[in-house]
């Protein structure tokens, strides 16, 4: 193997362990403005569709203009930047407890850029630059667990017809979603209908629906597949509240909110597919 081939290898092999701690993605703009071309959004929203298999550590987001306008302005303008391009994020299932840094640069020197068209160079520096560092691989450690005492658990209708208050959070265990869909699978539609049946007799409680989205590695439920939209969690929590009120539970009692990809529960990614009910009033 001649010296160049090995070179050739050794580079690639460097590129390939960076590109899996820290990926980049850059967004151009056109001159003194901030709202983002729909081709450079289509390319960003391509981008963060490939994020879905990273478990991503930290998102840093930084913006920066041309160097024409006085610092103040450029500084003002490249803050505008980045923060547009943090509100994309957050509005497509990414978690802003992710993105640690959205700060404006300012300008860009010319003599950064390697290029000798001054225009094109300006063009170049009207830009926000994206780092997604990755966490890395967890070492895999065997813990030899204790066997857990066998306590019965009660199911949701259970808990809904017990004692509650406000501030009570309840899970709809074993009421789950297939990735990428509003609904629930087949095998969830009898107990979905006892605990509408449940809640359709206790008229003292009020509630919220949430909903969510799997958050973990090697997920694709952001978007809903039947719609191509970016709120499949606002979708899932929609989806129960219009089915407790077709059963009949007073649409007054329920409320429903997507909160997106914030609240994982660490364990199989079909748990997080989920929707759970807030108490939120329990009358006498």
């Known amino acids: 193997m001649n010296k160049l081939l090995v070179s050739i290898l050794i580079m690639l092999h ?9 990926l980049k993605h850059e967004v151009y703009f056109d001159t003194d403005k901030y709202d983002i071309h729909s081709t450079e959004e289509n390319r960003l929203l391509l981008f963060i569709s490939s ?3 990273i478990d991503i550590e930290s998102i840093s987001i930084f913006g920066f203009c041309d160097d024409r306008g006085a610092d103040s302005y450029n500084l003002k303008l490249s803050q505008n930047r980045a923060n547009a391009i943090k509100t994309i994020f957050s509005n497509n299932e990414i978690s802003e407890d992710l993105i640690s840094n959205v700060d404006g640069k300012g300008e860009v020197l010319l003599k950064i850029v390697n290029e000798q068209n001054v225009v094109k160079i300006r063009g170049l520096n009207r830009k926000v630059e994206i780092l997604v560092k990755a966490k890395p691989p967890k070492p895999v450690v065997e813990v030899k667990k204790e066997q857990p005492i066998e306590t019965k658990k ?3 209708p259970e808990l809904l017809k017990g004692d509650l208050k406000v501030g009570d959070k309840i899970v709809f265990e074993n009421i789950l979603f297939k990735t990428g869909y509003s609904q629930v699978i087949p095998e ?3 107990l ?3 605990i509408a049946n449940v809640l359709v007799e206790r008229k003292d409680i009020y509630f919220t629906i949430q909903g969510h989205v799997c958050c973990t590695q090697n ?3 952001a978007v809903d597949r039947k719609t191509n939209l970016r709120n499949l969690s606002e979708a899932r929590a929609q989806y129960i509240y219009d089915y407790f009120a077709k059963k009949g539970v007073d649409k007054k009692r329920m409320r429903r909110i997507g909160l997106r990809r914030k609240f994982p529960l660490g364990g199989d990614p079909k748990f997080d597919r989920r929707v759970e009910i807030l108490i939120t009033y329990v009358g006498n």
């Open 192 to 194: 979905l209908e006892s």
């Open 188 to 190: 969830s539609k009898k």
């Open 14 to 22: 460097a590129t390939l362990v960076f590109s899996q701690e820290e």
């Open 154 to 156: 009660k199911d949701v």
């Open 51 to 53: 994020l879905a298999d």
């Open 219 to 221: 997920s694709r439920d």
